[in-house]
């Protein structure tokens, strides 16, 4: 009876979707940390259930930058006057790491301000970290990953989002810890997929009974991330 219990068990997990990648912080406090990289076409992955049937928009990670690099900053600078300057800079990090995996770089530096609240920070990451989409963090204070650099932690960033978003190999060597935990790689190709697998539970629970309800509210964590990213787009 153990033996068919978890026979059962294992087919449920590997029916699901990407696994689970032990992120499980509230996403409405800032972290910081992630990013991916890579050229492919993802005409051939379909998105998640939740995304398929609830959301209107649909809009792919992988991809071109839309936002220049000026965008990026003056949209940074709007939102955060006092920002030092050394985030000023990684907007140009941003579109280049991402063009070099095929990954939208406006679209991860939009997660990278989601998660570290316009780098102000005050959560669970620390500055110092170079983690600017909160790889590695569960909440409770634990600290995550740490990159030698704002570039490497980048790159980190891309590489992961590109685990997500594609089959494809990394062009570049893999910087990123939790690359090996996405065990069914391309299965979030879109950002409105982001809820419940980049982090969990991907909503905010205070407003919504489930990921479902948020995702019909256009309010998910991914759905957040992508208004900030249109926002940008519309900055003179």
């Not at 051939?44 to 991809?63: C, D, F, M, W, Y």
């Not at 920070?121 to 909160?134: H, K």
């Not at 685990?163 to 494809?168: D, H, K, R, V």
Request: proline share 5%; charged share 25%.
């Amino acid at each position: 009876m153990r033996v068919l219990f978890l026979w059962l068990f294992s087919a449920l997990i590997l029916l699901s979707g990407c696994a689970y990648e032990e992120t499980s912080h509230n996403n409405l406090s800032p972290r910081a940390t992630r990013t991916t990289v890579g050229k492919v076409s993802q005409s051939n992955v379909k998105p998640s259930h939740a995304t398929e049937n609830l959301s209107q928009t649909h809009t792919r990670i992988t991809g071109k930058a839309r936002c220049t690099a000026e965008q990026m900053r003056k949209f940074l600078k709007q939102r955060h006057p006092k920002v030092n300057n050394k985030y000023l800079l990684l907007p140009e990090i941003y579109i280049s790491e991402g063009a070099k995996e095929g990954i939208r770089g406006d679209l991860a530096f939009a997660q990278a301000l989601h998660e570290t609240n316009f780098f102000k920070f005050g959560g669970d990451v620390l500055p110092q970290q170079n983690n600017f989409a909160g790889l590695g963090t569960t909440g409770k204070g634990i600290r995550g990953h740490s990159f030698a650099t704002p570039q490497l932690g980048v790159r980190a960033q891309i590489q992961h989002l590109k685990a997500y978003a594609s089959t494809a190999p990394l062009n570049n060597p893999c910087i990123d810890p939790r690359f090996r935990y996405v065990k069914n790689r391309g299965c979030a190709p879109y950002i409105e997929d982001w809820g419940g697998k980049w982090t969990f539970p991907g909503y905010d629970t205070k407003k919504y009974a489930s990921l479902r309800d948020a995702l019909k509210h256009r309010d998910s964590y991914g759905d957040k991330i992508r208004k900030l990213c249109e926002e940008m787009e519309k900055v003179k």
